[in-house]
């Protein structure tokens, strides 16, 4: 909540307001994070943004008039991502109310920016990763650096963090939201900011009764991988149901389908099996149950 304050903090000197609720949305066009913004929207609905003489943006135009106005001179280019014009004349400032709605996902940023007839921009920004593999570079280069220092005197309690301190990840994405939103404000008359935000309990996703304590035991708890998963499939292949032969460990849904390394998503597999099935799912490979099977309980020996 401390993040989303701050976002709010920082739009409240503008015109704009931000509210926050859940909302789902369809991003229509693609944007990485190390290029600009896309212009518009794709195919024939494109709107170029449009800038006055003062520089303050006014509502986009179409690229039919963009290029009239830069044929006639009274325009001109000011940049290409996105393609902006700055009109050469005075105009007048008769704009409608626009709405951009900010969709935050773990890994991306949808953005959609809107009138009450129409889409005006949407694209989607890719954060950064791996930003936590440079600091802890960085710190052992210090660590480094100041073991040598022998006449430097040990430095104990001065690291407190301040109260709106952030982690790296976390920082970077608040961020990331600010220059987004100041991005779009500098070419498009936005009155209203809107941040989708949600939450979810992937624990209770997985097993809707669970409570209590159960959320720091899980499924592993008193188990090493291969003893909890032999355990499950009773030692025997969860396909062709054979024992005594050797057992590998499987996936069930594919990483390169979009499986992770839950241990829910593993089962144990003969050599064949798991060859014969290659990157198909457990359903597509003729044993839909598998998917279905709940968390091994050591505690009471069954499958819920």
Not at 9 to 34: C, D, F, P, W
Not at 68 to 75: E, H
Not at 106 to 120: D, P, Q, R, W
Not at 281 to 295: C, D, L, N, R, S
Request: contains cysteine; aromatic residues 4%.
């Amino acid at each position: 909540m401390e993040v989303i304050g701050r976002v709010k903090e920082h739009i409240k000197g503008s015109s704009s307001s931000l509210l926050l609720y859940n909302i789902s949305r369809t991003v229509l066009a693609n944007n990485n994070s190390a290029q600009d913004i896309p212009s518009g929207r794709s195919g024939k609905n494109l709107r170029v943004p449009v800038l006055n003489m003062s520089g303050k943006p006014l509502m986009p135009t179409s690229p039919r008039k963009a290029r009239i106005l830069l044929k006639q001179g009274k325009a001109t280019v000011v940049q290409r991502m996105p393609f902006t014009i700055q009109l050469k004349y005075p105009s007048g400032e008769t704009k409608q109310d626009i709405t951009l709605d900010i969709n935050n996902r773990y890994s991306t940023i949808g953005f959609s920016a809107v009138t009450e007839k129409s889409e005006l921009i949407s694209g989607e920004l890719t954060l950064r990763k791996g930003i936590s593999k440079p600091l802890e570079q960085k710190r052992n280069y210090r660590r480094v650096r100041r073991n040598k220092l022998l006449h430097r005197k040990p430095r104990l309690n001065n690291r407190s963090k301040p109260k709106s301190w952030l982690a790296s990840g976390i920082h970077h994405k608040l961020n990331t939201h600010l220059r987004l939103i100041e991005k779009l404000k500098e070419v498009l008359p936005i009155t209203k900011v809107i941040v989708e935000v949600s939450a979810f309990d992937t624990q209770k996703l997985q097993n809707p009764e669970i409570k209590d304590v159960e959320y720091q035991q899980e499924e592993l708890q008193g188990h090493e991988v291969i003893e909890y998963l032999l355990e499950k499939w009773k030692h025997k292949c969860a396909y062709c149901g054979k024992d005594n032969l050797p057992l590998e460990i499987e996936h069930i849904i594919p990483k390169s389908r979009g499986g992770s390394d839950r241990v829910s998503n593993l089962t144990l597999a003969c050599h064949k099996c798991n060859q014969n099935k290659g990157d198909k799912t457990a359903a597509e490979f003729g044993h839909p149950e598998i998917q279905k099977v709940g968390p091994y309980r050591k505690k009471t020996g069954v499958i819920l």
